[in-house]
């Protein structure tokens, strides 16, 4: 077989395993809350220091979200609510073939170092108020 042929079947091959890994991930965590199994991983940080971290409920999140229950999903963890459209933002960013001139400046803007700042003020500001 012709090498490049080998090349895109493996492509095909590992995306393939990819999603449906990722299929997996989702129906987990849709129809299992993690406040009721143990086979969710615990936050290290939480276990070792009594305080949340910045992602601290962010599983159970996930499967409130997935369930379509807005409310008990901010409540868990609103910061990663927030961050679901800006992260999606920066993942069509990425994987665009021929961004615009006016796509890469709102790449900059939103993904810079000043942005990048940014968020990092606003990740540890929410980690500190959340323990207080």
Known sequence: MDL???????????????IILLFILILTY??????QYDIFPKC???????????????????HYL????????????????????YIITGLIFEYQKSPTPKMLKWRKI??????????FIIVIGFWIVRNL
């Open 4 to 18: 490049y042929l080998i090349m895109v079947i493996k492509k095909y091959y590992l995306w393939s395993i990819g």
């Open 30 to 35: 849709k129809f299992f809350n993690p406040i």
């Open 44 to 62: 290290p940080f939480y276990v070792i220091t009594g305080y949340k971290c910045p992602g601290c409920g962010s599983q159970r999140a996930i």
């Open 66 to 85: 997935l369930n379509f229950d807005l409310q008990n999903a901010w409540r868990q963890n609103f910061l990663l609510i927030i961050a679901i459209p």
């Open 110 to 119: 939103l993904f810079g170092y000043k942005a990048i700042v940014i968020v």
